[in-house]
């Protein structure tokens, strides 16, 4: 499985971006997906997940401007990112992960696309 990000760019604050997130050599549909961030000096942090069946949460940092969404279809995952701000600078990061019925975990991390949001 292979995960690549894009979207990714340089946007004034206030402004808005979509990140994609393409899932290859498997299932979207069988994977809860994520999208992490990590800002440089910082650790790496979760902003937001869906679920198999769909349900969304959200980091209170981003809670009501952020919306994750999936598209088994496309086997894509997207993360609309609405009034920006520099402290959302980062790199972004898609996740993947699911455990088998016999208990085992698979997961998966893409490369990264950089957020930069700058006046």
């Known amino acids: 499985v292979q995960l690549v990000e894009s979207g990714g760019g340089l946007v004034q604050p206030g402004g808005s971006l979509t990140l994609s997130c393409a899932l290859s050599g498997g299932a979207l549909s069988l994977y809860v997906m994520y999208w992490y961030r990590q800002a440089p000096g910082k650790k790496r942090e979760q902003v937001a997940r869906v679920t198999r069946g769909d349900i969304t949460t959200y980091e209170e940092f981003v809670e009501g401007r952020f919306t994750i969404s999936r598209d088994n279809a496309k086997n894509t995952v997207y993360l609309q990112m609405n009034s920006l701000q520099p402290e959302d600078t980062a790199i972004y990061f898609c996740?993947?992960?699911?455990?088998?019925?016999?208990?085992?975990?698979?997961?998966?991390w893409g490369q990264g696309t950089q957020v930069t949001v700058s006046s």
């Open positions: 996740h993947a992960n699911r455990i088998s019925g016999m208990g085992e975990e698979f997961a998966y």
